[in-house]
Every structure is written in C-alpha cells, then in structure tokens.
C-alpha cells in the first residue's frame, strides 16, 4: 500500500489536534499536514483554489474545520459552515483526492428524531447550526457525485471528550470545573441522555475508517454506552472523591435525549473491543489533564 499524504482542516481544534497528533505517528501515511484558520481562512472567496494546491490524487482530507455550536447563535452560523463546505467542494473538484472525510454531527437529526438515529434514518434539523450540517453534507455529496474517483465517509461523531475538550457542558469540562474549584451546574435535573464518547476511541474509529477499502458513505462514531448529564457530573464527583452539591439552573427548552447508534461500526472495526465505559474514559481525561498540569501546560 502506498504511504498517502493527509491533510487535516481544523487541525487547532480538539478533534482535529487529536487525529494530526495519532496520525503523525502512524507509518502508512507519507506526511501529515495541519491546516488551521489562522493558515487558510476557508470562508474567503479564493479559498477553494487555496486548498487544491495543497492536495493531489494521492491525498487524504480530513475536514474537522467549522463555525461551532454556541446556545447564542443563530442564522449566522449558516453562512460560515457553507462557504466552508464550498471550498472543500471546489477543492474536490478541482483535485480529485483519494479519500475525505468531513466531520459532521448529530445535530442533523434534531430534537425530535424518534428511537436511536442511525446512518440511514432521515435527516431532520431544529437548529441552524444542524441545517448548516445537512447543507455542508449534502454540498459535498454533490462534489463527489461529479468527481466519483474521491471517496466521501461523512463522519457524525457523539459528544466526544477528553483532556483538550474547552467545550464547558461535557464530562470533561465537568472535570474541568472540579479541578479549578468550581461547582458544577445542570440544565434542569441533568436527566436528558446522550452517548459520551472518549477521544482515544473517536481517534481510532477514524484511523481504521481511513484504512477501510469499502468505507461506508455515513459513519457514526459512538461509544454504545448511554448516560445523562447528571450521570456524568456525579461520576467525576465520584473519581475525584468530592460530594456535591450540584447546582440547577433553569431549562432554556425542554429536556431531549439524543443518542444515536451505529449500523456501520462492525465493517469498519471488525474487532474492536466492548466500548469504553464513562468512568474510564473519565480517569484517563484526570491523569491526562493532571499530567499537562505538572508539565506547566
């Protein structure tokens, strides 16, 4: 097999850091390259053109890059996402690279989605940022309809975290809050669900995706082990041997629980293992974090 280059968009962000940083160290690819916003600002006009000349027909993109979900954005987080999503397409089309992958999420199924969404179930947005997803989705399923030799996976990962998540409402963000001293605090009683995936885990779902000859059209990358937001704040509690109180605020909008499934893990990763449970992905974000503490980091 030939050793392929990749190049990683958003490769300053959680997602993007944790797969330049494994991939780096994995043999099979020739060299790895990080491109942040600072680097190529992928919502301006000549960005398409910016980004071929940084692949070929032998390279991997990896698109990690977006506006992010924040509870105060609104219909601009369309604008940003699209145009991004634009000049990915253009750059397929204008290159024809190996293999992309574009990290999307699971807000494309929105609040309502009935059961467990899996890769086939409709799409059903209630945000703008999840109609941003759907569109840049559907963008680059059109590029790769007219440039057939690229191969698409679009990636939808669960909440995924770990020692360099600066996302606030996450486990790791709960550990975060606990470390500087902080109580931590609930949307209502916490009781909403969601599947919580360690990084190592969303890092090695992709790394076998990237080796896969017949990788599926959509992946979603979750850990199979569901729990609420109050599970996850009491079970850092819990590590770091601390009792509560945990604090309440009220709810902006009802409690959703929002847990999808995977029909397609088991043709990616044959073999892997039962899925990591939320207290050891937890002890392996503390000893990581307390580690970067005494490094001075």
């Keep these: 097999m030939n050793r392929l280059p990749i190049v990683i968009l958003g490769h300053s962000g959680f997602l993007g850091g944790s797969l330049v940083?494994?991939?780096?160290?994995d043999s099979l690819y020739s060299k790895v390259v990080g491109v942040s916003s600072q680097e190529l600002d992928l919502t301006k006009d000549s960005a398409g053109?910016?980004?071929?000349?940084?692949?070929?027909q032998d390279s991997v993109l990896i698109v990690c890059a977006g506006k992010l979900k924040r509870p105060t954005d609104g219909f601009g987080v369309l604008a940003p996402n699209l145009a991004i999503a634009t000049a990915v397409a253009e750059a397929i089309l204008l290159t024809a690279p190996k293999k992309v992958l574009f990290v999307s999420t699971g807000s494309v199924f929105g609040d309502h989605q009935p059961g467990y969404p899996v890769e086939t179930s409709p799409l059903s947005p209630t945000s703008w940022y999840g109609t941003a997803k759907v569109c840049s989705e559907q963008i680059l399923i059109e590029a790769v309809r007219q440039e057939p030799n690229t191969q698409l996976t679009i990636v939808r990962p669960s909440i995924v975290y770990g020692?360099?998540?600066?996302?606030?409402?996450?486990?790791?963000?709960?550990?975060?809050?606990?470390?500087?001293?902080e109580q931590l605090t609930l949307w209502g009683d916490g009781s909403e669900r969601r599947d919580f995936l360690f990084i190592d885990d969303f890092v090695s779902a992709c790394c076998a995706l990237l080796q896969c000859h017949c990788a599926p059209p959509v992946l979603h990358v979750c850990g199979g082990i569901e729990a609420s937001y109050r599970d996850a704040a009491e079970a850092c509690l819990k590590l770091l041997q601390q009792e509560g109180p945990i604090l309440r605020r009220p709810r902006s909008r009802p409690a959703v629980d929002q847990v999808m499934r995977s029909c397609e893990?088991?043709?990616?990763?044959?073999?892997?293992?039962?899925?990591?449970p939320l207290s050891d992905g937890l002890l392996l974000t503390l000893r990581e974090l307390r580690s970067a503490n005494a490094l001075g980091f």
Excluded: C
């Excluded at 940083?21 to 160290?25: D, F, K, M």
């Excluded at 020692?163 to 001293?181: I, M």
């Excluded at 990616?268 to 293992?273: C, F, I, K, R, T």
């Design 21 to 25: 940083r494994a991939l780096t160290q």
């Design 49 to 56: 053109i910016s980004l071929a000349r940084l692949l070929s």
């Design 163 to 181: 020692a360099g998540d600066k996302n606030h409402y996450t486990p790791s963000g709960f550990l975060h809050a606990l470390l500087r001293g």
């Design 265 to 276: 893990m088991d043709k990616v990763q044959p073999n892997s293992s039962v899925p990591r």
